[in-house]
């Protein structure tokens, strides 16, 4: 009697034990869930899941970016991503690599959600954009939203050129925000250019002509040199490059290279630079040595429709025009010289201000006094000297013509 007595006592504390236990819970398929390593196997992790199952995680599925499994050992606790309910062995089957995709996901989604900037690495190129894979997840970040510095300037669109540029890139950890999301289909879309938008509008508010700036270049084409600083992106145009005539703006950057420039204009968001300007302006000097009526040698530097540039010093250049290139009419000035050749001139006129020397071939041909052509070209009306050097000098118009930007298209 007594024997069942405490059998029947045993049985309802057993009873009341299991009532009072919590009940198991089979973890639900797309579940994260926390659990011990127990063994590890070659591409196998067994763990332990509370007490209660057992875990198995082999395959592709024990490898996540991070490698973990690389450094797990027997009692470390990971966090794993339920696949399959339990298996005829009676295991769960789990996954490291979607526990770390699932992270992730939800580390980007709030990153979109609160606008906050992230950290990505560059894993491909093409003529569109760059590529991000992080835990099989994509990213892209087209062309257009490149920030100044990465943003591919490229005369004419050249896409082979454009993809070149964006190779380059490759490898690189860029600060974006995600502007776009895709969940069902694993894909984000990524911008540079609005990570840095906040710094861009401050820095722009502050800037003010006569500003000097340190930059980067970020591109060159035949009409300047764009430069990169704060955010921002502005051009130094082709005849801001040097105080001298410029005819190839590569010659005188690369990209990436650092320099100094000088704010000149701004214009809502476009910004002009200077180089030059940073630079001693060879003209002062030129308006104490050269004066008119002073015969001058130099080599013909440049040949246009209306008449010839003479380089008289490194950044110092004059014209003769065609009406002072001989006494005859002259139409074609290649008849009469050719680049390189040295000549002598006069100066008739000089504008230090406006960068101006006038030149005269012709006034070293004139007759001398008595002579049957002197007393012909007596005969004739003529301007005053002075007014005629005056509108040679200001019929020359600048050999380059303003051009607009040529942006790199996205495909």
């Known amino acids: ?25 089979a973890p639900a398929l797309g579940s994260l869930v926390d659990c011990k390593v127990v063994d590890i196997f070659g591409n196998k992790i067994l763990v332990d899941m509370d007490g209660v199952a057992v875990g198995l995680i082999s395959g592709k599925e024990a490898h996540d970016s991070l490698d973990t499994i690389a450094t797990l050992k027997p ?29 992730t996901w939800r580390r980007f989604m709030l990153a979109y ?4 900037m992230i950290k990505v690495q560059i ?39 454009i993809l070149t540029r964006l190779q380059q890139l490759v490898g690189e950890e860029l600060d974006v925000k995600i502007i776009n999301v895709d969940q069902d289909g694993g894909k984000l879309i990524l911008s540079e250019k609005s990570a840095l938008e906040e710094q861009r509008i401050e820095r722009l508010r502050d800037l003010q002509p006569g500003d000097v700036v340190h930059g980067e270049v970020s591109g060159i084409v035949k009409f300047g040199i764009f430069v990169a600083f704060d955010g921002l992106e502005g051009l130094v145009h082709i005849s801001e490059i040097e105080w001298g005539h410029v005819k190839d703006p590569m010659q005188y950057a690369k990209l990436g290279q650092k320099v100094d420039v000088q704010i000149i204009g701004i214009d809502g968001e476009k910004i002009s630079l200077s180089m030059k300007r940073l ?54 000035p290649h008849k009469y010289v050719k680049v390189g050749q040295e000549i002598e001139a006069k100066i008739i006129a000089i504008d230090p201000q406006d960068h101006r020397i006038g030149l005269s071939m012709k006034a070293l041909l004139e007759p001398e006094a008595g002579s049957d052509a002197a007393s012909e070209a007596e005969e004739k009306p003529k301007k005053s000297s002075k007014k005629a050097a005056n509108e040679d000098v200001e019929s020359a118009p600048e050999a380059e013509e303003e051009a607009e930007e040529t942006p790199a298209e996205a495909a």
């Open 113 to 116: 959600e609160s606008g906050e």
């Open 279 to 332: 630079l001693p302006d060879p003209w002062v000097e030129a308006a104490e040595k050269y004066s008119v009526g002073t015969v001058v040698t130099g080599t013909v530097d440049r040949i246009t429709q209306f008449g010839v540039f003479i380089k008289l010093e490194d950044d110092i250049s004059g014209l003769v025009h065609l009406s002072e290139m001989a006494l005859e009419a002259v139409k074609d």
């Open 1 to 25: 009697m007594t024997h069942v007595i405490a059998e029947n006592g045993e049985i309802a504390l057993m009873q009341e034990l299991l009532q009072d236990a919590p009940q198991f819970q």
């Open 75 to 103: 009692g470390d606790t990971i966090s794993a991503y339920v696949i399959e309910g339990e298996n005829d062995d009676g295991y769960y089957v789990l996954s490291l690599r979607k526990a770390s995709q699932e992270r």
């Open 123 to 161: 894993h491909e190129a093409n003529k569109g954009g760059l590529l991000v894979l992080v835990d099989g997840i994509k990213g892209f970040i087209p062309v257009s939203q490149l920030a100044p510095l990465h943003y591919p300037r490229v005369d004419g669109a050249n896409a082979a050129e």
